[in-house]
């Protein structure tokens, strides 16, 4: 539109790039049609609908769930929590590797520079680190808010052994963390662990031997839980809860009302 | 006999009045039951496209049926399975996404029309290609409707669900930084494979079987129960428990099984935290001091 000079404005400008630029091809291809943030979002039954359904938010949510599922006293919205500190440990983690070496010489010293030097490198630290204790709380007060609903009973009985094997997973994910700060603290509490897995009887020694690479906890074991903790505990956990958020809707969703 | 809606009784014995060239009166009579069976006036009318014949499906006595001479017996037998094709549909249905037509258990959806959808002749003037409908009768909708679940009382995900989701991972991450502010993590002195710190703790999530470590054989403690009572045990719950109830009231001897546990690790755990000190021996936290390194910087004040 032409303003009083019969020229096109600044505005007019701004605005038709802007509309060129949102039905761009480009766009188009990253956004769902119908996508709200294409369209605008204003509060109807249909947009309410698009917010989840033209989204990867569709992969973990419904478009309508049970009204008795969004009241926090049933679930205490604790497996959503454990979720979330599972992704928000990723997020600190991911910055602590920066600083991090896992070598016997390095270890100790690169903690210390976390917790006085490097710029918030004490507050993730400790964010890391009580993120951790709070999620092995949150695994287990949802696992018992499951069994006091009897939500484990058909069709959900397979749910709740993913979900065993997810506690242990975040047991076991702690617990190889619990070590890298190679301190006094970490070596003996990791040695006191790994001695009562080695009284399995059988398996007990050779697992303890996986565990920590040889006959004791040594140097050598701080490389292997380094990797089982920033690697390959992550990587089975992401695995068994992919499937079972996926049983959750496919068993028919939250469970019932008591 | 169904309580059909005045409305569509009416609508209906109009089509049909129409159709034959009577009185609606006296058709909506017939219909209720009240009046005799209409005479159909034969050949009402000399037009070249009369309409098609009325339709009369389990809707009407039989004797009725037999007493009005209805024309054109054949066009009838063909409408018919087209018209039973259309049903009242569920609003709701659409939204469930979960593949299942849910039955519409209000009372409206009591009853379907049966359109008849299209006339075997078209009515003059309307031009090529146009179809029109015509309500043929009227039916119970149950007998037609295929019921499979009960509509389940739904809400959107967004905004509902979501805002609760977000506002949990707030506080969430409101308690993760004011802890992080307040608490420090511990850092003692490097390690030293030579030197054994007394007394020598697990992490606090293993502390309640360090302490069973203590009064069983290790064959015990560190096999029997962690192994085959925690996590096979665990995984065998479902099978275990074969009570379908839910209700708290029927499952008394399971819940009181879970309370024993949780009390008996919660107690184990408390135990081996703070009642334990020099040597794993027994010690009172106001007089030999806390033996718990993870909050050691919360925990001396001084
Ligand atoms: C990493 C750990 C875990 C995560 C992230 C997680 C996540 C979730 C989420 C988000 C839900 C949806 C309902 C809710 O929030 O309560 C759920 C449901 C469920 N979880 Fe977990 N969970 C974990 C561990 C466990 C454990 C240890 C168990 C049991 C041994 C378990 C058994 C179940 C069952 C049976 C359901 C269905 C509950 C229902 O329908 O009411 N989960 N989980």
């Known amino acids: 539109m032409a303003n009083g000079n019969g020229r096109t404005g600044l505005k007019d400008r701004i605005k038709e790039t802007n509309d060129k630029l949102w039905n761009s091809q480009v766009v188009g291809a990253i956004l769902r049609p119908g996508s709200p943030f294409k369209q605008g979002y204003s509060d109807s039954p249909r947009n309410r609908s698009y917010v989840v359904m033209n989204n990867v938010l569709y992969h973990l949510h419904p478009v309508k769930v049970k009204r008795h599922a969004v009241k926090l006293s049933y679930t205490l919205c604790l497996g959503g929590l454990s979720f979330f500190l599972f992704i928000h440990l990723t997020i600190t983690g991911i910055f602590l590797m920066f600083y991090y070496t896992p070598t016997a010489e390095l270890a100790y010293v690169d903690i210390q520079a976390l917790s006085t030097d490097i710029a918030f490198g004490s507050l993730v630290r400790n964010m890391h680190r009580w993120g951790a204790h709070l999620m092995v709380l949150s695994v287990f007060l949802h696992m018992s808010r499951v069994f006091y609903h009897g939500a484990y009973k058909p069709p959900r009985e397979f749910n709740w052994v993913i979900g065993v094997v997810l506690l242990l997973l975040t047991l076991l994910l702690s617990f190889s963390g619990y070590l890298l700060p190679w301190d006094q603290l970490a070596l003996w509490a990791v040695t006191v662990g790994t001695n009562m897995a080695g009284f399995v009887p059988v398996i007990g020694d050779q697992v303890k031997f996986a565990l920590v690479a040889g006959v004791q906890v040594s140097a050598a074991t701080l490389l292997r839980f380094y990797v089982l903790h920033v690697l390959a505990f992550p990587f089975i956990i992401v695995i068994f809860m992919a499937v079972h958020f996926w049983r959750v809707r496919k068993d028919g969703g939250i469970s019932g009302p008591l | ?302």
């Open chain 2, 1 to 302: 006999m169904v309580d059909i809606p005045e409305s569509l009784l009416r609508r209906s014995a109009e089509a049909k009045a129409k159709a034959l060239g009577v009185p609606v009166e006296q058709v909506l009579a017939e219909m209720k039951g009240e009046g005799p069976a209409v005479e159909v006036p034969q050949a009402p009318e000399p037009s070249p496209a009369p309409s098609s014949p009325p339709v009369e499906r389990g809707e009407s006595p039989p004797e009725a049926g037999e007493g009005s001479e209805t024309p054109e017996p054949v066009a009838v037998e063909e409408e018919a399975p087209a018209a039973v094709a259309t049903a009242v549909e569920d609003p709701m249905a659409a939204d469930q996404g979960d593949g299942v037509v849910e039955g519409n258990g209000a009372g409206d959806a009591q009853v379907a029309a049966l359109v008849s959808p299209r006339p075997s002749v078209p009515p003059t003037g309307l031009p090529e290609g146009v179809r029109t409908q015509r309500l043929l009768t009227v039916v119970k909708a149950r007998a037609i409707q295929d019921v499979k679940a009960e509509p389940h009382d739904k809400i959107n995900t967004w905004p509902h669900l979501m805002l609760i989701e977000f506002g949990a991972l707030l506080a969430m991450t409101a308690l993760l930084v004011i802890m992080a502010v307040v608490i420090h993590s511990p850092l003692l002195d490097p390690a030293n494979f030579n030197a054994t710190p007394n007394p020598s703790k697990a992490p606090w999530y293993f502390l309640g079987l360090q302490e069973l470590l203590s009064y069983f054989d290790p064959q015990i403690a560190g096999v029997t129960v962690p192994t085959i009572v925690g996590l096979i045990g665990f995984m065998m719950i479902p099978f275990i428990d074969r009570n379908p109830s839910t209700r708290p009231s029927d499952r008394k001897f399971a819940i009181l099984l879970y309370s024993i546990f949780i009390a008996g690790s919660a107690t184990l755990t408390i135990i081996g935290v703070l009642f334990r000190g020099k040597g794993f021996n027994f010690s009172y936290p106001w007089k030999d001091g806390i033996f718990f390194e993870d909050l050691a910087d919360w925990l001396d004040f001084e």
